[in-house]
């Protein structure tokens, strides 16, 4: 199966199991049997247009590096996970864009890939919601949603973020469903602080 390789600063030696959440199924999804999607393929797809976006297809690389690093992935649900991880941003810069034009241009990339519906419409609906904070979300939406806010973290994103007059690090460390990845929020805010601070002196 090929993979899209990227490198990640959130890399907590210690994986972060998935245990405790309630099975694909139980949120009206479909089982989805594992395809050996080629993703290299779909990230050269989407890559184009990603690269539009404020933060690239680098920051698409480093979501998905985060999380292959820092959660388990449950084989069935693989295909899924990534290809909603590697579309999550297809839309646009802008939450609005995302939301409105990401399911159908997601829908376009995948069905190049040969994808059927079934698997079209679970990707299509975590990409237009995946801002969202729903209490119970599938375990492939929580994978995405914890990365996409750990990599705000990332030394290639942090100073965009903290440059924002009145940014909240402290709500953001917050967001995350795993407490394992509130942990490492909070590693990496006090390592990008204390970087911020000797650079500053």
């Given amino acids: 199966m090929h993979r899209v390789t990227a490198s990640a600063e959130a890399s907590e030696p210690n ?6 959440f309630k099975s694909f199924q139980s949120f009206g999804y479909h089982d989805t049997q594992v395809r050996n ?3 290299e393929r779909l990230f050269a797809l989407a890559k184009p ?7 690239g297809a680098a920051h698409t690389s480093r979501v998905l590096a985060i999380a292959r690093k820092n959660f388990s992935i449950p084989a069935e649900l693989e295909d899924l ?7 999550h941003d297809i839309g646009g ?8 034009k990401g399911p159908s241009m997601a829908a376009s990339i995948l069905q190049q890939m ?7 419409e679970q990707v299509s609906a975590i990409v237009g919601t995946h801002h ?9 939406f929580r994978i995405l ?3 996409d806010k750990i990599v705000m973290f990332s030394p290639e994103e942090f100073l965009g973020y903290d440059s924002r007059e009145g940014f909240d690090w402290n709500k953001i460390v917050d967001l995350p469903y795993s407490e394992k990845a509130k942990t490492l929020a909070r590693k990496m805010l006090r390592q990008r602080r204390k970087e911020k601070s000797t650079c500053a002196s």
């Fill in 49 to 55: 247009i990603l690269e539009k976006n404020d933060l």
């Fill in 145 to 147: 949603y914890d990365s």
């Fill in 114 to 120: 040969g994808c059927d519906k079934a698997f079209i």
């Fill in 37 to 39: 999607m080629d993703y």
């Fill in 93 to 100: 810069a802008s939450i609005k864009d995302q939301y409105e």
């Fill in 132 to 140: 969202d904070h729903p209490d119970n979300p599938s375990v492939p």
């Fill in 81 to 87: 996970t990534v290809a909603a991880i590697i579309l």
């Fill in 15 to 20: 994986a972060m199991p998935l245990l405790g």
